[in-house]
T-cell receptor, first 111, second 110 residues
């Protein structure tokens, strides 16, 4: 079993839809949870960062962490064609700074 | 506002050839990373450097060597390239818990 599991998609949604992206993990020591967005032929860029459990909102994006279920989510409201990209979850425990990435979910938002 | 710069962007090698991938960051970060990205495998850590002069193996270090000669630069060397090393390579630097990535090197080994 991989330490971090992420559905690879692809996920196609119409413009304006609410998108839900998810990852599960097995290591209960993970404390830092991140979502990266990666456009085709580009490097990943940090989208959202959360420490421990709870929610964090930034514009149209909301990150949720449920440590009891070892489950994290990224919600995108009012999705736009420019949101079409691969979304990678990442996590690490305190102190090691060795980040474990999910395989990424490809999202396509149709105009 | 360069951030993390990687060179070259593309490279084709023959089996057995050697090459060095270069990475430089201008954000004064201590920690730097090398990842490879393969379809269905996600990003996997090759090597990590916590500070100038220190390096640590990641998940997939075999066939690679690294050098952190100064704070800005972290290079990745393939001594004898193999087809299994065909991949996209990303360098990153870290500030607190946030990674900043370069634009990648697409490497093909024939």
């Amino acid at each position: 079993q991989k330490e971090v599991e992420q559905d690879p998609g692809p996920l196609s949604v119409p413009e304006g839809a609410i998108v839900s992206l998810n990852c599960t993990y097995s290591n209960s020591a993970f404390q830092y949870f991140m979502w990266y967005r990666q456009y085709s032929r580009k490097g990943p860029e940090l989208l959202m960062y959360t420490y421990s459990s709870g929610n964090k909102e930034d514009g149209r994006f909301t990150a949720q962490v449920d440590k009891s279920s070892k489950y994290i989510s990224l919600f995108i409201r009012d999705s736009q064609p420019s949101d079409s990209a691969t979304y990678l979850c990442a996590m690490s425990d305190a102190g090691t700074y060795k980040y474990i990435f999910g395989t990424g979910t490809r999202l396509k938002v149709l105009a | 506002n360069a951030g993390v710069t990687q060179t070259p962007k593309f490279q084709v090698l023959k089996t057995g050839q050697s090459m060095t991938l270069q990475c430089a960051q201008d954000m004064n970060h201590n920690s730097m990373y090398w990842y490879r990205q393969d379809p269905g495998m996600g990003l996997r850590l090759i090597y990590y450097s916590a500070s100038e002069g220190t390096t640590d193996k990641g998940e997939v270090p075999n066939g690679y060597n690294v050098s952190r000669l100064n704070k800005r630069e972290f290079s990745l060397r393939l001594e004898s390239a193999a087809p299994s090393q065909t991949s996209v390579y990303f360098c990153a630097s870290r500030r607190r818990e946030k990674l900043f990535f370069g634009s990648g090197t697409q490497l093909s080994v024939l």
